[in-house]
């Protein structure tokens, strides 16, 4: 069963503090995402990535960076958190390479809050 | 740019009976990719099925059908002898080919099923 898991799923952190979110696959896919879900707007792509070492910009990248140092780990950063980066973020991978299309799966979830 | 749209905030249905799901997008490619995924009241995001834009031949999985209109750049979900866990959220996605890998929601569409 493929597996994409998440940490941590809860945080709290301080206005200009930095927030670290990590996500780990096993299904040796070469795409990871990064989505945040807010009420009212869905799940909007942060950043994504092709592989180790690569990093795209999603739709919303501004305040958030991302590092992708192997295939099965995607980080994403929050160099100086503000109250409006409160959200659930979503990691997910995918690999076109399956013939699905590029289907995703993605993890539980890491609910942030910043106060 | 790509964009997903769904209306239809909520849906309510009894039963057993079918409910459709409606999904707008806007592409100015000629190949690409629809998707619908499920998001459980647990936060579990899964994926339900697809439709490539090059087949005329709707999409069915289980009990999961897709009225796919492409004039109408239109891709409607259709659930058939609804069950009480299907009640979710609905999320619509697409990913055009020219984009690479990037995958862009709808807002989602949440289904209520009362027994």
């Known amino acids: 069963e493929a597996a994409v898991t998440q940490s941590p799923r809860n945080k709290v952190a301080v206005t200009g503090g930095k927030v670290t979110l990590s996500c780990n696959q096993t299904?040796?896919?070469?795409?990871m995402y990064w989505y945040r879900q807010d009420t009212g707007h869905g799940l909007r792509l942060i950043h994504y990535?092709?592989?180790?070492?690569?990093?795209e910009k999603g739709d919303i990248p501004d305040g958030y960076k991302a590092s992708r140092p192997s295939q099965e780990n995607f980080s994403l950063i929050l160099e100086l958190a503000t109250p409006s980066q409160t959200s659930v973020y979503f990691c997910?991978?995918?690999?076109?390479?399956?013939?699905?299309?590029?289907?995703?799966?993605f993890g539980e979830g890491s609910r942030l809050i910043v106060v | 740019a790509q964009k997903v749209t769904q209306t239809q905030t909520s849906i309510s249905v009894m039963e057993k009976t079918t409910v459709t799901m409606d999904c707008v997008y806007e592409?100015?490619?000629?190949?690409?990719?629809l998707f619908w995924y499920k998001q459980t009241a647990s936060g579990e995001i899964v994926f339900l099925i697809r439709?490539?834009?090059?087949?005329?031949e709707n999409a069915t999985v289980g009990h999961y059908s897709l009225n796919f209109q492409k004039p109408k750049s239109s891709i409607g979900l259709i659930i058939t002898a609804t069950q009480i866990e299907d009640s979710a959220v609905y999320f619509c996605?697409?990913?055009?080919?020219?984009?690479?890998?990037?995958?862009?929601f709808g807002t989602g569409t949440s289904l209520l099923v009362d027994p």
């Open positions: 997910a991978s995918g690999d076109p390479g399956q013939g699905a299309g590029n289907t995703l799966y």
């Open positions: 299904n040796n896919h070469n795409n």
């Open positions: 990535s092709y592989g180790a070492g690569s990093t």
């Open positions: 592409t100015q490619d000629s190949s690409y990719f």
């Open positions: 439709q490539d834009s090059y087949k005329k």
């Open positions: 996605a697409m990913r055009e080919l020219n984009m690479g890998y990037k995958l862009t």
